[in-house]
C-alpha cells in the first residue's frame, strides 16, 4: 500500500514505507523479509543500498606466499621434493587472482612468489641447452624446495610453542593471603657478619694493648652475669658496646666466649636487621 501524494514508480522514503507500514500493516499471507523497529518489513526500499564488499567469507587464512603454497601442496598430498609445477602454479594463480581483486597491497607479496613459480615452471618445460647439460645446472625446484622445508620446521616449531601452557591463557597462578603475627621475626645473624664484627672488635682491642707479659685469671662466669646485666637495664645493645671498657685480648676473649655461651643456653639473641647492618644484642624472649 502506498502513502498519498506518492506517484507510481517513484522512490519511496524508508521513512514513509514504516509509517505506511504502522497505518495498515500488511495482509497475512506476505510474508516479512526484516523487522526494522520491531515492525515488520515486507519489501526493500527502492532506495537501498548496499556495497558490493559488504559481506565476505574467508575460509582459509595464510600468512604468506610461502603459506599458501604449503597449504596447497600438503592438501593434495602431493611429494614436496617432487612438486608438480603446472597444478600447483594453476591453483596458486586461482587464490592470487581473488585476493587481487580485494586487497591490492596485500596480493603484491603473493605476486613475487606467482613470478617465481611461472619461471620454474618454464625452465622446466624449455628444453635444456648445451651449457646446461654440461654444467648440470640441477633441478630448477630446489631453492623453493628448501625454503617450503625449512618454513614447515619453522611452523611447526611455532605450533609446538604455542601449545606450551601460558600464563594469563592456560592457567591463572592462584594467589594466597598469609596473615602475619603482630611480632616481626627477625631475621637470622650469618655467621659470617658475626665473625666479620668479631674481628673488627679483635683488630680494636690489639691497638690498645700494652706490651706487658702477666697471668690474669679470667672467669667465663663472671663475664656472662656481667653481660646479662648489662642486657637488663637496655632493650638492644649493640655487638661492639659489650666490649667497651675492655682493653687487652684475654678479657676480650673470655667476655665473647661468655656471650657465645650465653646464646648457646638461649639466653640471649644476636640478631641482625639485613645483611652489613650493625649486629645488636639483646635479653631472649620468654614467654609468660
Known amino acids: 500500500m502506498m502513502p498519498q501524494g506518492a506517484a507510481e514508480g517513484e522512490d519511496i522514503p524508508l521513512e514513509a514505507a514504516v509509517d505506511d507500514q504502522h ?6 499471507g506476505d510474508a516479512a523479509i526484516a523487522r526494522l523497529y520491531g515492525e515488520p ?12 564488499d559488504a559481506l565476505e567469507i574467508f575460509l582459509d587464512a595464510f600468512e604468506g606466499p610461502l603459506d599458501l603454497l604449503l597449504y596447497l601442496i600438503r592438501k593434495q598430498n602431493f611429494n614436496i621434493l617432487d612438486i608438480p609445477m603446472a597444478q600447483v602454479t594453476l591453483q596458486y594463480l586461482v587464490y592470487v587472482e581473488q585476493i587481487r581483486k580485494s ?3 596485500l596480493a603484491a607479496e603473493y605476486l613475487l612468489m606467482a613470478a617465481m613459480l611461472i619461471e620454474i615452471k618454464s625452465r622446466m618445460l624449455l628444453p635444456k641447452r648445451q651449457d646446461d647439460l654440461i654444467e648440470d645446472a640441477g633441478d630448477p625446484r630446489a631453492e623453493l624446495v628448501r625454503r617450503l622445508l625449512d618454513y614447515e620446521q619453522i611452523k611447526s616449531a611455532a605450533v609446538a610453542i604455542g601449545n606450551v ?22 631475621p637470622d645473624v650469618d655467621p659470617w657478619d658475626l665473625q666479620r ?3 673488627d672488635v679483635l683488630r680494636r682491642a690489639k691497638l690498645t694493648q700494652h706490651h706487658r707479659i702477666g697471668r690474669q685469671e679470667l672467669s667465663v662466669r663472671e663475664h656472662m652475669s656481667a653481660i646479662l646485666r648489662t642486657l637488663q637495664s637496655q632493650r638492644f645493645v649493640e655487638f661492639g658496646d659489650l666490649f667497651a671498657g ?11 666466649v661468655a656471650m657465645l655461651e650465653l646464646a648457646k643456653e638461649t639466653l640471649i639473641e644476636i640478631t641482625q636487621a639485613e645483611p652489613f647492618a650493625p649486629i645488636y644484642v639483646r635479653l631472649a624472649y620468654s614467654p609468660a
Request: charged share 15%; glycine share 4%; no cysteine.
Open 246 to 256: 675492655q682493653h687487652t685480648v684475654p678479657i676480650v676473649v673470655v667476655h665473647f
Open 23 to 28: 497505518a495498515a500493516p500488511p495482509p497475512p
Open 41 to 52: 518489513l515486507t519489501r526493500l526500499p527502492n532506495d537501498l543500498y548496499i556495497p558490493p
Open 103 to 105: 586487497n591490492l597491497e
Open 197 to 199: 664484627a668479631w674481628l
Open 165 to 186: 601452557p601460558q600464563e594469563g591463557r592456560d592457567f591463572v597462578r592462584p594467589q594466597l593471603f598469609v596473615e602475619q603475627g603482630l611480632q616481626t621475626p627477625l
